[in-house]
């Protein structure tokens, strides 16, 4: 098992995770107030098509791979904490059959 963490590397990694969840929770926010204003320049007749479609898809794909990593990947998250500790399972199943 891990030694415990001190309160100093608490405030560390929980500052940490803080900031990468605004930073995504910021990205998000410029992602819809920039989309709605490209869809209305768009339906304002500004080219033939709804042209704002394929920025809105192609920012899009990189705000859900963001959100991947901020919440799915990224330190502390329950996806990554469960691969550790099976990780340190295995090794531990390792080094004590040897």
Known sequence: MAAPLTPE??????RKRAGAKLGWYTHATVYLLVNLALFLASSQGLGQRHWSVF??????????????????????SSLRENLVQKE???????????
């Not at 959100?67 to 990947?73: D, K, M, N, S």
């Open 9 to 14: 590397e608490i405030e560390r990694i929980a």
């Open 55 to 76: 920025p809105a898809l192609g920012w899009g794909l990189g705000l859900v791979l963001h959100g991947i990593a901020v919440f799915a990947l990224g330190a502390g």
């Open 88 to 98: 340190r399972e295995r090794l531990q199943r390792q080094q004590d059959s040897r």
